[in-house]
């Protein structure tokens, strides 16, 4: 951490203690139901002989590229690279330029995948394994083994990589879990509609389950339909991982959805009306994840209820003139936030935006997210997105809004936003569009808003 004045710590406590290893799976016993895949359960003794027998076939490389697109395979690459001593990349993108770019910066690096190999040494993930029914034990990972790579997601420049040692993701997970109340909900099933190779994915889709005995639905539900079905055909209590564009959708289908008993949301900001619309779908509670690649997961706040955030045991935050900080087990080393932070008290805060989301406008600043709330509260909006777009080609930055509003005329948005923001901040140009060209996470990358602002305009 940069040198400076330390404003306020709050809790450090550690979870976990000692040197030992630490489990990939803490189920009871190896009759205990890891996961279910297209239905069928599988078992703790089946998950560790597959990674055992997946892991005898690995190639000999330091680096590996988790490409599987099966999340039970997915899972099973991990800890089977965990196994060999392999660390796993995880980059922001597969798009080829991506993996051309983290080949060049790790020589020693292949792809496992279960599809199309990409341009770079690959191996297939086996459709059986002869040797699957042989015992194998499912071993301890030291706790200061590397484990992954995370990347950030290079919206201001090259992607910088946040190493985390298996220690590191197991403090984590166990601190998420407590917070959320995970040993009430004992023999549950994790339900994600996020990818796995996001970190989001991992800990809350994979980790979580694995690190407290709950089992995993493999499958990836993206639409309401989907979403419905997996909750309908599983018993006992049903955790959702979803995202705020996922309860957008969710909560606007005819006749509500199943129960559930937790939701977890995260990777975009989460409106307290969609939140409290999300518990009266569902009814259930919602937990909101704050957290960032750099940190990873921090701390949580039930969005319907509270606007302070709390921190994880085992999470640390302190201030100076640089910014906010977040230290602790369940962090790697120290880790600056991005965001603009508000310390209220012994493990709490207040969240105000991301640090690179503040505008200045005419000596006048407010944050792009503040703006987004005030376009999305309109009635009749579906969607819509502030950001610093260029005029004409020339890079010279301006405010733009795409806005999803087929019943809305251009006059009747801006005057709605005349009377809930300063006119300094109305968008030139406001741009009407069909969708936002949102990822699998629901963000917006900068790129694609752009290149969708200049056809519409060029149109």
Not at 303 to 324: R, Y
């Amino acid at each position: 951490m940069p040198r400076g004045r330390t404003d306020y710590i709050v809790n450090c406590a550690s979870p976990l203690a000692g040197n030992a290893g630490y489990a990939i799976a803490r189920h009871a016993d190896d009759n205990a139901i890891v996961a279910v895949r297209a239905g069928r359960p599988i078992r703790r003794a089946e998950l560790r002989r597959d990674i055992a027998a997946l892991a005898s076939r690995l190639p000999a490389h330091r680096y590996i590229l988790n490409l599987c697109t099966d999340r039970y395979r997915f899972m099973v690459g991990v800890a089977a690279a965990l196994r060999r001593q392999q660390i796993s990349l995880m980059p922001p993108s597969t798009a080829p330029g991506v993996l051309r770019a983290l080949a060049e910066d790790y020589p020693d690096l292949y792809a496992l995948t279960d599809t199309t190999p990409p341009p770079l040494t690959s191996f297939i993930y086996p459709g059986t394994f002869d040797d699957a029914g042989a015992a194998a034990e499912m071993e301890d990972v030291p706790r200061d083994q590397p484990a992954l790579i995370l990347f950030t997601s290079g919206s201001t420049g090259k992607p910088k990589p946040v190493p985390k040692t298996w220690s590191t993701l197991v403090h984590s997970a166990r601190a998420a879990g407590d917070r959320l109340g995970l040993s009430r909900l004992r023999g549950g099933t994790v339900i994600a509609t996020v990818p796995h190779q996001h970190s989001y994915g991992l800990e809350s889709a994979i980790l979580l389950g694995l690190q407290h005995g709950l089992t995993i639905d493999t499958g990836w539900p993206l639409y309401p339909a989907d979403i419905r079905a997996a909750l309908e055909r599983t018993a006992g209590p049903r955790i959702l991982v979803t995202t705020p564009v996922h309860l957008r959708a969710l909560v606007a289908e005819p006749g509500g959805m199943p129960r559930a008993d937790l939701i977890l949301s995260a990777t975009a900001p989460l409106p307290v009306s969609l939140a409290a619309q999300a518990e009266a779908c569902f009814g259930a509670p919602l937990i909101e994840i704050y957290g960032c690649t750099e940190a990873g997961q921090v701390a949580t706040r039930r969005t319907a209820q509270e606007t302070q955030w709390q921190c994880f045991d085992g999470v640390a935050l302190s201030q100076n003139e640089h910014g906010t900080w977040a230290s602790g087990a369940a962090v790697e080393g120290v880790a600056p936030l991005q965001d603009v932070i508000e310390l209220t008290g012994p493990g709490l805060f207040l969240l105000g935006g991301r640090s690179a989301d503040l505008i200045d406008i005419a000596g006048k600043r407010t944050s792009l997210t503040h703006l987004n709330h005030q376009l999305q509260s309109i009635p009749g909006v579906e969607d819509g997105v502030f950001f610093m777009g260029e005029a004409n080609g020339s890079h010279v930055s301006r405010l733009t809004a795409l806005v999803v509003a087929p019943a809305l005329r251009p006059e009747t948005i801006l005057q709605a936003l005349r009377e809930r923001i300063d006119p300094a901040f109305l968008p030139r140009p406001l741009i009407f569009t069909d969708a936002l060209p949102r990822n699998e996470l629901g963000k917006l990358p900068r790129e694609a808003l752009l290149r969708l602002a200049g056809r519409a305009q060029d149109a």
